[in-house]
């Protein structure tokens, strides 16, 4: 599978007026085909069945590279898996080389899942994610948090994982007060997911920074909350 033929199996899914929509919607100066997600998503399962993992990563960045819609969520979704051996290095390096380029939320979120999975096989890459969290890139900043999403998910959190918590919780703390949508909305979802396994740790949250919060985030984040 090269590019060029993933390119070409992309445009033969496009839906007539469709990339006017999107390109609408997402308001992004950029290419956009007009494939719907769930066409992606099972090109992208087939394309995963017929290659090894070296094809794999090539086709991603490449896929990258192009910057159209459809092809940058097509390469994310290329690395979404829970294990990746014996690439996992290569991968991580290469979904965090992405990071400055988001500038959408929907490619961002795409790309975010597939961090996920590198970042929960070894958490010691969170080091690297921190230093997200001062970025001047309003995209990567938020990246810091979509990217750790899967440590709201535990009811009975290990040591590492409340100690990660915590530590993630700080850097939320350091955004509740920019003004940016989507830096807020982002706190908001990761406290929001959090309270649904540990609402004590979502409500002393809330308490000591809730006030700093835009009203539509302090509502967002505290839905499942008992009030």
Known sequence: MTLDDALDELRAQAEPGRAEQMAAYHKIDRLYLGVANPTTDMLVRNWRQAMD???????????????IFEARVAAAKLLTQARIKPSDATAWQLIASWVPDFDSWAIADHACMAGQRRLTADPTRMDEVENWTTSDHMWTRRAALVVTLPWTKQNHPSTDESAARDRILGW??????DPDWFIQKAVAWWVRDLSKHDPDRSRAFLANYGDQMKPFARKEASRHLAV
Do not use: G, I
């Not at 993992?53 to 910057?67: G, K, S, V, Y």
């Open 53 to 67: 993992l070296e094809t794999r990563l090539t086709l991603a960045r490449d896929l990258w590279q192009t910057n």
């Open 172 to 177: 939320a703390a350091t955004y509740v007060s």
